[in-house]
């Protein structure tokens, strides 16, 4: 009896391990933590610290709004008092480059240590030249491009005086409801990883630039962890996942931002799995510091220390300082928990002093590396606004983000390019607007410097082949503006109807229950069909909508998102054909919000619906709905071209994976223009140890060409990209048959298989 009890493990273990790969991946402890484990900042840091009151250390650990007035709960009346008596040893919000210079002489200049400030603020995406929303980014899949607008983005921030931004976010996002996810990269993880990363390195710069260079900021990572999954798309709403798709889908684009060398992560405001994320141990000490060797400093979300008492986790700000430190957070933003309470929660040791120590390290660890001890005036030089905002190329690079971030949805019957010397009438609540265009946190985005929509369309077209309308007010029911819409359309030959939601729709604390044209857009889109004029809608919003009845009733349909400062030049370039669309969607557009949340890369249950064949009951589908696909899927875009896809090549197809297999796929523009393909490479593993995604992302390449001209693509899969938590939640693969697809959307159906073998 006793044998069998002893072979009834062996024997498992042998099973379990004869159907595992060799290949298991190895932490990436030493990436994240080689940026900041300089043993000269080390002994600056331990030195530093010998010479610190307890009080000076809790300063390093507080970070309060300059505007003190409209923030937080309790602040300091005057900040540059906290600053001047150590009770504060970071601001933000203050960009304006003489007053932040005067803020660092008080801390250098008149406390006891002279430690400089850190100088935070939310540049998202842009500082004075405003990008289009990091949603609308993460659409054109140019890596290098989002990577630059950081660093223009870097350069403006650094004139206005800052050292720090908290971006990038990099929370996956799946539920358009939640109205954060304009700030984000879509749905896709693997995506998310590529634009995380290449944020990073635009702030914090890469190769010989380090964080103490002239042209770089401290990024902050956030908001850690999940934030993007709150039940129902309400923001701050809880998070509950399961701890594998928390580590597969959500926690790799942090990971890759740090991997990048991010110094600062941000916590999120949301529990999950019941712990707030401020007060997880298991997030901020193991998964962050022990797993992924994370030695910058974690900054909590606004007051998100006070919130644990009403998460229900702590009785008072008391316990919740202690909770929030003893999990790994250092530095209390605007909270005032730390500054009031930490003293106290020390001396009756319900914290460490060695704790406390480790966050304040955290904290100096960065302030070195940023350089600020050897120069706490670099970044504040008075005379630089003049020459970093809105630079020529600056304003260049965000009109070629702009145009390669809008996705062309629809085109029937070539309704789109527009040639010149037509009559175009511009209808629309967006068509004259200039601040939505900068959607939501557009840092000290000017709109008085925006190229609206008729700007653009005049100056590309001519004023005198450009009608404006307005029609209608974006929501109220107002039906005055009609009869002068009709009147443009009427008299023109294409209709432009510029439609989609206010910039202050998006953003924090803007979730949605419905995520359909306000009702007053529709009516003025249904009044100005009844020309019979070609009808283009040009969509300015910040997440995906229900578009069902919008695109039965419009000829072509383009979604610009909130593009930015260029906004206006960029619509114009594309509308007119100067530069041909070739955004692809991150986010998936469903048929309704019943669907939501969806995704493209869902699992099968046990019981597919299969389109097209008949009857079928029992099924995993909505008995209201044809099928289970969206309007528009991710990875969709069209183009004023064509790509056709041949010869997919899979070598070899049958793998012990030591070497990467080889995908390569000809691509062909079968069109008459020149255009810009973004190539997409999925994967799905047919059978594992449990259920995996129907396809997965794994590789993308944007390929430029001339009409009638061909080229060979080439992905390489190696035994990451086909890795995942098998049953034990250990990471690798496991053989056997991989289907592969290559197109330009997730529905492509170029098919090829590959086999992989123990
Ligand atoms: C709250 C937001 O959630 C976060 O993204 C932002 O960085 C902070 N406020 C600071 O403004």
């Known amino acids: 009896m006793k044998i069998i009890y002893l072979l009834v493990p062996l024997l498992a273990i042998y099973f379990l391990d004869g159907c595992r790969s060799s290949y298991d991946r190895t932490e990436s402890r030493e990436t994240a933590s080689r940026y900041f484990s300089d043993p000269k900042i080390e002994r600056r840091v331990d030195s530093l610290m010998s010479q610190m009151t307890l009080d000076e250390k809790i300063g390093q650990l507080v970070l309060y709004s300059s505007h003190f007035t409209t923030t937080g709960p309790t602040l300091p009346k005057n900040v ?17 480059p003489a007053y932040n210079r005067e803020l660092q002489r008080i801390a250098v200049e008149e406390t006891r240590m002279g430690i400089p400030l850190l100088f935070g603020y939310d540049v998202i995406h842009g500082m004075k030249t405003i990008f289009p929303i990091n949603l609308g980014m993460s659409c054109s899949w140019d890596i290098e491009g989002i990577k630059n607008s950081a660093r223009v983005a870097a350069r403006e921030a650094i004139a206005a005086g800052l050292n720090w931004t908290f971006s990038p976010m990099v929370d996956v996002t799946r ?9 984000g990269s879509g749905e896709d993880t693997y995506l998310g990883s590529l634009i995380a990363a290449a944020m990073v390195e635009g702030y914090q710069g890469e190769g010989p630039e380090t964080l103490a260079s002239d042209s770089t900021i401290l990024a902050c990572i956030k908001h850690f962890a999940a934030y993007g999954a709150p039940q129902a798309g309400r923001d701050y709403q809880t998070v509950d996942l399961s701890d594998r798709t928390l580590r597969e889908t959500y926690l790799p684009p942090y990971k890759a931002g740090i991997d990048a060398g991010a110094g600062s992560v941000m916590s999120a405001f949301n529990d999950i799995d019941a712990i707030p994320a401020t007060a997880s141990r298991y997030l901020m000490t193991d998964i962050l510091r022990k797993e992924w060797g994370f ?10 220390i006070n919130e644990l008492v009403p998460h229900g986790v702590a009785a008072d700000s008391l316990e919740a300082g202690a909770l929030a430190l003893n999990a790994g957070i250092n530095m209390d933003l605007q909270g005032d928990i730390y500054h009031r309470f930490l003293k106290q929660l020390v001396e009756q040791k319900r914290v460490f002093l060695k704790q406390v120590d480790k966050m304040c390290a955290g904290v100096l660890r960065i302030k070195f590396a940023l350089g600020l001890f050897d120069d706490p005036y670099r970044y504040l030089d008075t005379t630089a606004v003049a020459r970093e905002f809105y630079k020529p190329e600056n304003l260049a690079a965000a009109r070629d983000m702009a145009r390669k971030s809008i996705v062309l949805l629809k085109n029937d019957n070539r ?58 007010p974006y929501e109220q029911e107002s039906r005055i503006g009609f009869s002068q819409a009709l009147h443009a359309a009427r008299n023109s030959d294409i209709t432009v109807v510029a439609v989609g939601l206010p910039g202050s729709w998006s953003g924090e604390a803007t ?138 090549r899979i070598v070899p197809d049958k793998s012990d994976m030591k070497q990467p297999i080889e995908i390569t796929v000809t691509v062909r523009n079968s069109g008459e223009r020149s255009g810009t393909e973004v190539v997409q490479l999925y994967i799905q593993d047919v059978v594992a140890s449990v259920t995996r995604p129907l396809r997965q992302l794994k590789g993308f390449e944007r390929v430029e060409l001339a ?52």
């Open 511 to 648: 979730s949605m229950t419905t995520i359909t044209l306000p009702l007053i857009q529709q009516e003025l889109i249904a009044a100005i069909r009844t020309t019979g004029k070609p009808l283009v809608l040009l969509l300015l919003n910040g997440r995906p909508l229900d578009l069902s009845w919008e695109s039965t009733v419009s000829d072509a349909i383009v979604e610009a998102w909130y593009p930015g400062t260029e906004g206006g030049h960029a619509v114009a370039d594309v509308l007119s054909g100067d530069f041909n669309p070739c955004g692809k969607l991150t986010m998936t557009f469903p048929r309704t919000l019943g669907q939501v949340p969806i995704h493209y890369d869902i699992k099968n249950t046990g019981r597919p619906f299969t389109p097209n064949v008949g009857e079928q009951h029992y099924v995993s589908r909505y008995i209201d709905l044809p099928d289970n696909t969206p309007l528009y899927p991710f990875g969709y875009g069209l183009s004023y071209t064509t790509f056709a896809y041949s010869d997919l």
């Open 295 to 304: 030695n910058g400093f974690v900054v909590t979300d606004f007051t998100a």
């Open 707 to 758: 009409p009638g001209e061909s080229r060979e693509i080439s992905f390489q899969l190696d035994a990451e990209s086909i890795s995942f938590y098998r049953q034990d939640m250990s990471y690798g693969y496991e053989p056997g048959q991989f289907k592969v697809w290559v197109g330009g959307s997730s529905t492509a159906d170029l098919e090829g298989i590959f086999e992989v073998t123990r």
């Open 175 to 183: 539920d358009p409801r939640w109205g954060r996810v304009s700030e």
């Open 415 to 472: 309704t789109l390019p527009i040639a010149t010397g037509r009559k175009i009438a511009l209808i629309g609540p967006f068509a004259n607007t200039r601040i939505d265009l900068l959607g939501s946190w557009y840092g000290q985005g000017d709109s008085s410097h925006v190229v609206s929509i008729l700007q653009g369309m005049q100056e590309r077209f001519g004023h005198n082949k450009v009608i404006y309308a307005q029609g209608a």
């Open 80 to 96: 540059e008092e906290a600053i001047r008596n150590g009770t504060c040893g970071n601001i933000f919000n203050a960009h304006v």
